[in-house]
């Protein structure tokens, strides 16, 4: 049963000889490091000066954490970092836990005991996506402003949470649909009440699909610019409005900047280091039905 | 007949009916039961998609300019008409076709050939993955300054740097070649979730199947031709729908890397240059949204029931 | 312990025009292992599912012990079912997937441990009760499904082709252990299977189901010596009835050169029919080689040991029919050998419809 063995380790497609394995290693480790060589060569940048940032490229240097400190402790721009910080966290965090409450029972509903019409649904989330942001701010800023949510958390976390629910009622719905059907039965003939089933047989099967999906929404709504920076220029600022901010008419920024990109990349990156072999398995599980 | 089996016959039609009407009500209650729990999902993304949406439509239909003090008149479907004659519309239009289409062909190939090349042991293997993950983490405004200032920048780009030391000349390439600089940070960042993708779809393999293959004789690129890649389907489909979704709707980026320039400007940023970005004629600006929504649809619709298998029930 | 009864029951699917069961008439009674047989589409899951609640009923009802539960939900009918696939929750170890049903009753923690526990040592699971599915046997996973329906001591047990995906040493074993424990427990057992032998050796009747109409039901044995129909005939036993066509010449019916000796009230049976079509069914043990007889050639040898299956090839109105003949096991004869061989057991015979005749 798919549940309990682990599938047997497919052989690789490449590779089937020692020679052209250990180059495909190296290969692999090159390709891995140029990839990321635009975000190491962030981070230096935001540990030199500015004078050596705005020169040509510059592998060594002498390495100062006084970018660091002053994106932190001042407020050049229109926030504070720790304050556009906790808006960002109160921001992602609400809004992700509404979008797995809110995406858990439909998932239920499109995936175990389906409706009948429950692509026409599906594909109703998914067309809510297709309405350019930028054509409807003018509207959703007129209502923000009569609704008084202006420079707000709560607008953002309600809009957040529009922009991912698509996204997660997909993906949680091939979760759920990867259950086996007769596990529920035999639930129900155990006597389990709906909920039940849901708590202690559904959620611990899906759950590193649940982790994926929290995790994808927590990115796309952390890294959120447009309707952050349209709705909340001021005291709801998010994390990428103030990154924007960092950038000053008045002199050379480029090390400032970078330093504040790398502090505010650092939740979501670490994030996504740790849920990455999570995500993975919960893609593998069932993203596909 | 007797009276008494007349009366038995009538018992049991009458039998036949209640059970037929208990089971209809019963059928009608499941159907309920079935609805109920996406009803919060459901009415939540109704509300708040859909009342900015009616908004957009009306405006649409108005002539709303925020620099005219008259207010707003009802001019029907004027500034639909007006799409035809506009060319920067028709311009925006093909930039986004060629934006979307080459950002996510190119990230599906890349990261599909990233997945292949890290669907297999070798020392260090979650490192390198955990390292070519990271670009779909940035912020897009990070990524797109990153990319601006200190690779295509002809004054400190690594890029140029490098180009130089081969002795040629330095490119600025942001405003050189503005859709394909944008192009490139978007296939940098969007690879890496192709990449998972295709990652979750190579580990779902059935290794007797590739045994079998590998004994019938076949190279490794016909496996990967005729048995992988069909199989891979559905997850390159998802890949697909998923990154052109978002990938319609970049804006950021173009914002930061080539300050919007003409040649890399696509729908949104185009209508949010009619809009908000100076522009001010909100009326025509929301009945280009409608028009992009509407074809949008009508693709989808296309791609997801004709050509696709993703929406197919297995239950 | 319970009474079951099938009326009139109809499983039809939405959209279809065939329904899976058809107007099924069944009375199990208490105590009883009744095994629901058939090939695969006969309607037999479908209507074990019906009993369970997990199939609407279209048509009819479905009493349990003279309720009538056919509108009622799986949880309110007091069975208890074993899945082909087992169905154990992933999550929880065995003694957790044992105790599961009695937790959602609300049984006490300690009377849950200990039903747990004595049905643990019936099936010898006491030392894996702290263990995860994925760290069992497929064997252990099957008692492990048989202890949590067992723990509910429900009215009826439901079981959905239970041993299917066991090996198959295992489920000879396992088959003997549960027809035992059944007799032990004493509650009405329901059992579905596609293989007849199962059928033949656990029930105490046995129901035959094709394409969802009962074609008979009764004790094994009178299914072995008096099927009602040719599929019956032909399904029960192994290996297979031989079954021949046979058109009736001169008032008697002959395979190839045989002549097939009817009892007087069969013999009146086919002379009376105006159809001249009729198949003629005899078991591989009721026929043996003679001196004279039909003659043929011998094609496979089945060698088991305490048995050979020589199958003979003839020909039989012009047609190449294969006979199979049960030998004893020391028999030598060979492939290619020519045989000629006689009935020497009772012979079924079966109208233009399929319907026995006599008896």
């Known amino acids: 049963m798919a549940l309990f063995t682990r599938a047997p380790k497919a052989e690789p497609i490449l590779g089937q000889n020692r020679m052209v394995a250990a180059l495909l290693g190296v290969a692999t480790w090159i390709i891995g490091l140029t990839f990321f060589f635009p975000l190491f060569w962030l981070v230096l940048n935001g540990f030199k000066s500015e004078l050596d940032a705005n020169s040509s490229p510059k592998l060594f240097f002498e390495p100062t954490f006084d970018r660091f400190t002053e994106v932190t402790e001042e407020t050049t721009g229109l926030l504070s970092f720790s304050e556009a910080f906790g808006n960002s966290f109160w921001t992602v965090v609400p809004s992700t836990l509404l979008v797995m409450l ?49 420079n707000t958390r709560t607008i953002l976390i309600v809009l957040y949470t529009a922009m991912n629910l698509p996204l997660a009622v997909w993906m949680l719905r091939s979760f759920f649909a990867e259950v086996p059907k007769e596990l529920i039965e035999a639930a129900q003939i155990d006597g389990t009440s709906l909920m039940g089933q849901i708590r202690q047989v559904i959620l611990p099967i899906v759950a590193p699909g649940l982790a994926a999906t929290a995790l994808l929404c927590v990115i796309f709504a952390w890294n959120e610019f447009f309707l952050a920076v349209q709705l909340n220029p001021v005291e709801g600022s998010t994390m990428p409005v103030w990154v924007a901010s960092q950038e000053s008419g008045r002199g050379n920024f480029l090390a400032k900047l970078s330093a504040a990109s790398v502090l505010a990349t650092l939740p979501v990156v670490l994030a996504g280091w740790v849920a990455q072999k999570r995500m993975i398995r919960g893609l593998a599980m069932g993203a596909i039905k | 007949m007797s009276n008494a089996v007349v009366e038995r016959e009538r018992e049991l039609r009458a039998d036949e009916v209640r059970r037929a009407g208990e089971v209809k009500r019963l059928e009608r209650r499941d159907g309920w039961k079935r609805r109920l729990p996406i009803l919060p999902a459901l009415l939540f993304t109704i509300v708040v998609t859909q009342i900015p949406f009616l908004f957009t439509l009306f405006y649409s239909l108005t002539d709303w300019r925020i620099d005219k003090p008259e207010p707003r008149e009802f001019v029907g479907f004027e500034n639909y008409g007006d799409l035809p004659g506009d060319k920067f519309f028709r311009d925006a239009a093909w930039v986004s076709v060629q934006m979307t289409v080459m950002a996510v062909l190119f990230s599906l190939i890349v990261g599909t050939l990233l997945a292949i090349l890290l669907d297999r042991k070798f020392f260090g293997q979650g490192f390198v993955r955990t390292l070519l993950i990271t670009p779909f983490l940035v912020m897009p405004v990070v990524a797109g300054f990153m990319w601006k200032s200190q690779m295509f920048s002809a004054t400190f780009g690594v890029l140029n740097w490098i180009i130089e030391l081969f002795g040629f000349e330095a490119v600025e390439f942001a405003t050189k070649y503005p859709l394909a600089s944008v192009v490139v940070v978007l296939v940098w960042q969007w690879s890496p979730f192709m990449m998972l993708i295709v990652l979750a779809g190579l580990q779902g393999q059935d290794s007797s199947v590739l045994e079998a293959a590998r004994v019938d004789g076949a190279t490794s690129f016909g496996i990967f031709r005729q048995i992988t890649f069909p199989q891979l389907r559905p997850f390159l489909e998802l890949g697909t729908l998923l990154g052109a979704i978002y990938l319609i709707q970049v804006y950021d980026h173009i914002d930061v890397v080539v ?57 | 312990m319970a009474e079951v009864r099938y009326e009139a029951a109809s499983r039809i699917y939405p959209g279809s025009d065939e329904a899976a069961v058809k107007a099924l008439d069944l009375e199990i009674t208490d105590g009883e292992l009744l095994v629901l047989v058939g090939p695969s589409g ?124 066991l090996d198959a040493k295992l489920r000879v074993q396992t088959r003997t252990e549960l027809a035992d424990l059944q007799a032990r427990l004493g509650t009405t057992m329901v059992y579905v299977t596609h293989d007849q032998v199962e059928a033949m050796t656990m029930g105490h009747r046995v129901a035959v189901l094709q394409d969802g109409i009962l074609q008979q039901v009764d004790k094994p044995r009178t299914l072995y010596n008096a099927p009602k129909n040719r599929f019956v005939a032909g399904f029960i036993g192994s290996p297979a009835m031989n079954i021949v066509d046979v058109e009736r010449t001169d008032g008697a019916l002959r395979i190839g050169s045989l002549d097939v000796p009817l009892a007087p009230d069969v013999a009146a049976a086919v002379a009376a029919q105006s159809a001249k079509d009729f198949s003629v069914g005899v078991r591989p043990e009721h026929l043996s080689f003679t001196s004279d007889g039909l003659a043929g050639e011998v094609v496979v040898v089945e060698a088991l040991g305490s048995e050979s299956f020589i199958h003979v090839r003839t020909l039989h109105q012009s047609v190449e029919e294969l006979i199979v003949v049960r030998e004893d096991g020391q028999s030598t004869i060979d492939r290619g050998d020519q045989v000629t061989m006689t009935i020497t057991g009772p012979v079924h015979v079966f109208d233009n419809d399929g319907e026995r005749l006599g008896d």
């Open chain 1, 102 to 150: 809110l995406a858990v029972p439909a998932a239920y509903a499109l995936a175990i005991r389906p409706m009948r019409k429950w692509r026409d649904v599906l594909f109703f989330f998914i067309s809510t996506k297709f309405l350019p942001i930028v054509g409807a701010v003018m509207p959703l800023w007129i209502i923000a402003r009569d609704f008084d949510l202006l």
């Open chain 2, 259 to 315: 300050g919007g320039q003409p040649a890399a400007k696509n729908l949104p940023f185009y209508i949010a240059q009619r809009s908000i970005g100076g522009g001010n004629v909100f009326g025509l600006a929301s009945a280009y949204s409608i028009v992009v929504v509407i074809a949008s649809i009508i693709l989808a619709n296309i791609g997801l029931r004709v050509l696709s298998n993703l929406l197919e029930d297995d239950s």
């Open chain 3, 42 to 165: 006969s309607g037999k899951s479908t209507a074990l599912r019906m009993l369970a609640g997990l199939e609407t009923v279209n048509e009819g009802s479905i009493y349990i012990n003279d309720v009538d539960v056919t509108l009622k939900p799986p949880q309110d009918r007091d069975i208890a079912m074993v899945f082909q696939n087992y169905a154990l929750y992933p999550s929880m170890t065995v003694g957790e997937n044992m105790g599961f049903a009695l937790k959602q009753a609300k049984v006490p923690k300690d009377e849950r441990r200990k039903q747990v526990e004595e049905a643990a040592r019936i099936l010898d699971l006491t030392p894996y009760l702290d263990r995860k599915p994925k760290n069992l046997s497929g064997g252990q996973r099957q008692r492990v499904a048989m202890g949590r329906a067992i723990v509910r001591s429900p009215q009826v047990f439901l079981m959905d082709e239970p041993l299917s995906n």
